[in-house]
């Protein structure tokens, strides 16, 4: 799962990289007004906290930029303000969550998967693509039955491919989503391809059909039928 943190607090800011990072996620972060906004509109997640105050601007008017350009993306307020009405202007402006500070990381952590279980997978637990079923809880992958064992980023690229079915999907935007932009500092993204290799093995290995289409110089889609 990919996460923008967006957070002015330094001290804090690291101790929530750090845990989520520990916890297995992709965290980008963004101190003030202007950066959160360059990567709202620059790049997508699946998950971007918000502090409400932020250095040139207001972490409201970036949940209201977000959401104009990817209404899907699940977002929590964290912020000292525990104010009510800043509370219902985020949560009417599409906030799913609201935290105050201070807060416990497993807490936080928690309302991280619930939010994205909810707003991205519209609250199932299993997603089932043609005879692939995954388990967005246990993180398990099957084929008719048949558990595929993958690795973390094998399994989010397959999260990633069944959330964008039938869509072309380039080599630059598969990238992003699984290395965040630490992919501005790779010379070439060859890895991309090796990772849908993998992941294209594994699933014929258990007996599932290649639903993985390479499209000629731009990327690649998946095939759904179901």
Known sequence: MKILIIEDNEDLLENIRTYLEREGYICESAMNYSEAFDKVMSYTYDVVLIDIMIPGGSGLQVLRELKSVNPETGTIIISAKNALDDKIEGLELGADDYLTKPFQLPELHARIKAVNRRQQRDGKEIINVNDIAINTKTMEVSVD????????????????????????????????????????????????????????????????EDYIESVYGIGYKFKVTN
């Open 145 to 208: 039955g048949e558990t595929v064992d993958l690795t973390p980023k094998e399994y989010d690229l397959l999260v990633y491919f069944s959330s964008n079915k039938n869509h072309v999907l380039s080599k630059q935007t598969i990238a992003e989503h699984l290395w965040g932009d630490y992919v501005d500092h790779l010379t070439n993204l060859d890895f991309v391809y090796q990772h849908i290799k993998n992941l294209r093995k594994k699933l014929e290995e258990v007996g599932a």
